[in-house]
């Protein structure tokens, strides 16, 4: 079965510095997602991403966040200035088309902000 | 914005047996999807099974099967011959539908304890 990849699989950042996030959908998909869980908690949208753009984002999406997608694989979170909380597991996912098709997730990173 | 609840946050079931997990949502859209997705220890998100709304007929998947009342916006899923293996974490998500780009809205998930 096709793999959405992720690395590193876990990352330790000292606040207030810079991290970016990997990810590698599959080479087919033309949607791709970063959600994040905080530990113990539920699964969250942070933004979604197609032709190059961003089509939706919630509202922990703020201006600390960005996505990119710099060459025809690679898919990028990049916090600027960590903070504690943003201490969680992010997961990227892609998927073929909008809405009737799986979200193939990655394994996540885990990012711990101390 | 889209609401999901699970109001289950553990269940247990023995070996062999079978369980059901339950999930209600909310939406204004008329078509749309609705998944269910397991997280066991190692955190990685698996799909379970998948739903189309304007389909009336009941998905299933092996032991995997559900009972999605549409009216009612109820998505629940059964669990037949209980593996060791499925203890997990279980999150039903809807796809938001609309226009929305795929977004899923998750649950806050069910723990399932599963017996020998």
């Known amino acids: 079965e096709p793999e959405v990849t992720q690395t590193p699989s876990h990352q330790v950042t000292q606040m207030g510095q810079e991290v970016i996030l990997h990810c590698v959908p599959i080479?087919?998909?033309?949607?791709f997602y970063w959600y994040r869980q905080i530990l113990g908690q539920k699964v969250e949208f942070l933004v979604s991403f197609y032709n190059n753009e961003i089509s939706e984002k919630s509202e922990i999406f703020d201006d600390q966040f960005s996505v990119e997608r710099p060459d025809g694989s690679n898919f990028t979170l990049k916090i600027r200035s960590t903070k504690l909380e943003d201490s969680a597991m992010y997961f990227c996912?892609?998927?073929?088309?909008?809405?009737?098709?799986?979200?193939?997730f990655g394994q996540g990173t885990r990012l711990t902000v101390v | 914005a889209q609401t999901v609840t699970q109001s289950q946050p553990e269940m247990s079931v023995q070996e062999a047996e079978t369980v059901t997990l339950s999930c209600t949502y909310d939406t204004s859209e008329s078509d749309y999807y609705l998944f269910w997705y397991k997280q066991p220890p190692s955190r990685q998100m698996i799909l379970v099974i998948r739903?189309?709304?304007?389909?009336?007929q009941n998905a299933t998947e092996n032991r995997f099967s559900v009972n999605f009342q549409k009216a009612a916006k109820s998505f629940s899923l059964k669990i037949s011959d209980s593996q060791l293996g499925d203890a997990a974490m279980y999150f039903c998500a809807p796809n938001a539908g609309g226009t929305s780009y795929g977004k899923l809205t998750f649950g806050q998930g069910t723990i399932l304890t599963v017996h020998p």
């Open positions: 996912a892609s998927s073929e088309t909008r809405d009737r098709d799986r979200a193939f």
């Open positions: 080479s087919n998909h033309l949607y």
């Open positions: 739903q189309e709304a304007y389909k009336q």
